[in-house]
């Protein structure tokens, strides 16, 4: 079946359906972003109370330990780079969101039909666009979890060394 001269509502009747697509695909990157942010910052929370406790554990278990020893100095290298790099994590990229403005501009003379595939394709471009963002910020956590992994395995290195 030819779809040569068909009216566009014709070649694509299933765009009023799609439509139904846009405002939830931009609430899911919303959401995917709050919950990388929310780990991101549960990580750096984590890892100041933990960064905060092992002095006071080390001291408590360890008789003269040493807070010149290279695990211990390591171990706070590791938290000031895992509290930097969260704030740069967190504070990179943004959502792109459809722009009412140039709605109003430019696309309010359009038809129904016209205007929902319109709104189709930003929505598709931001999706997109928002899907790297965040996917970025993904790979950049668990990163960031490794990194206070590390952390952890310095400050575990550095109570069971003996002092010399």
């Not at 189709?120 to 956590?141: C, P, Q, S, Y």
């Amino acid at each position: 079946m030819s779809n040569e001269g068909s009216s566009p509502e014709e070649k694509w009747p299933g765009v009023p359906f799609a439509y139904d697509f846009v405002l939830p695909s931009y609430e899911w990157m919303l959401t995917r972003l709050e919950a990388i942010d929310g780990r991101i910052q549960g990580i750096q929370t984590f890892a100041a109370t933990f960064t905060l406790g092992m002095p006071l554990i080390g001291k408590s278990v360890i008789e003269g330990i040493r807070f010149t020893s290279p695990w211990f100095l390591l171990a706070l290298a590791t938290f000031a780079l895992i509290v930097v790099w969260s704030v740069a994590i967190r504070s990179y990229g943004h959502l792109h969101l459809v722009n009412p403005a140039i709605i109003y501009e430019d696309k309010l003379h359009y038809s129904e039909w016209q205007f929902k595939r319109s709104l189709l394709h930003w929505a598709g471009e931001h999706f997109t666009k928002n899907t790297k963002v965040i996917n970025r910020k993904g790979h950049a956590g668990n990163w960031l979890s490794g990194l206070f992994l590390l952390e952890v395995a310095l400050f575990l290195i550095w109570i069971v060394t003996p002092t010399n």
